[in-house]
């Protein structure tokens, strides 16, 4: 159904029929108002927020916590949901809402069902690449943690290979000075 000024009447017909796909993201955004939550600084805490988002534990879910410059929670979103066993991630999903919501920082989470976080190879390439992401967005990974239930029971990529994250500042440059593109100090 469309409007026509210049008639003031309404019209319909297939001719006029127009389809507009939304893709629909659920971000949960606090706003710039004053923070409540305290600031992220250890695993444990952003362990804590994971587990108030994520309800079912019977699948992988990857969540991503977005942070403003004192790395308090400004938002957070399930990036993917996936199996008992694997989720899908890519860095375009997850750094679209820390785009959106203004995010100076980030933290990344997924639980494994199966109670085992020890980070699989698959784990330390999304790390990695997320990482690199970052860097070039200027949006940086401040961890990946692998979480499960119970209390305390998780694994820091930061804590166990700090490297991936220092890999990423490395190539970063790297492939920007390749490129002849100059950095500004």
């Given at each position: 159904?469309?409007?026509?000024?210049?008639?003031?009447?309404?019209?319909?017909?297939?001719?006029?029929?127009?389809?507009?796909?939304?893709?629909?993201?659920?971000?949960?955004?606090?706003?710039r108002k004053v923070p409540t939550e305290p600031?992220?600084?250890?695993?444990?805490?952003?362990?804590?927020?994971?587990?108030?988002v994520v309800h079912d534990e019977a699948r992988e879910h990857f969540t991503?916590?977005?942070?403003?410059?004192?790395?308090?929670?400004?938002?957070?979103?399930?990036?993917?949901?996936?199996?008992?066993?694997?989720?899908?991630?890519?860095?375009?999903?997850?750094?679209?809402?820390?785009?959106?919501?203004?995010?100076?920082?980030?933290?990344?989470?997924?639980?494994?069902?199966?109670?085992?976080?020890?980070?699989?190879?698959?784990?330390?390439?999304?790390?990695?690449?997320?990482?690199?992401?970052?860097?070039?967005?200027?949006?940086?990974?401040?961890?990946?943690?692998?979480?499960?239930?119970?209390?305390?029971?998780?694994?820091?990529?930061?804590?166990?290979?700090?490297?991936?994250?220092?890999?990423?500042?490395?190539?970063?440059?790297?492939?920007?000075?390749?490129?002849?593109?100059?950095?500004?100090?």
């Amino acid at each position: 159904m469309t409007y026509s000024p210049s008639t003031k009447k309404e019209t319909d017909g297939p001719q006029n029929l127009r389809t507009v796909f939304v893709r629909e993201a659920i971000v949960r955004y606090r706003g710039r108002k004053v923070p409540t939550e305290p600031q992220i600084s250890t695993p444990t805490m952003a362990v804590s927020i994971a587990r108030r988002v994520v309800h079912d534990e019977a699948r992988e879910h990857f969540t991503a916590l977005y942070l403003d410059s004192r790395h308090r929670p400004i938002a957070h979103s399930v990036v993917s949901v996936g199996t008992a066993t694997a989720s899908l991630v890519h860095p375009r999903e997850v750094f679209q809402a820390a785009v959106l919501t203004g995010a100076c920082a980030l933290l990344v989470l997924h639980n494994h069902p199966s109670g085992d976080v020890s980070p699989s190879g698959e784990d330390r390439a999304v790390t990695r690449r997320l990482a690199e992401a970052g860097q070039i967005l200027g949006i940086r990974l401040l961890d990946s943690i692998v979480w499960t239930h119970g209390e305390a029971v998780y694994t820091s990529f930061q804590e166990l290979e700090p490297s991936l994250f220092q890999t990423a500042n490395t190539n970063a440059g790297a492939s920007i000075a390749s490129r002849g593109v100059q950095r500004n100090p």
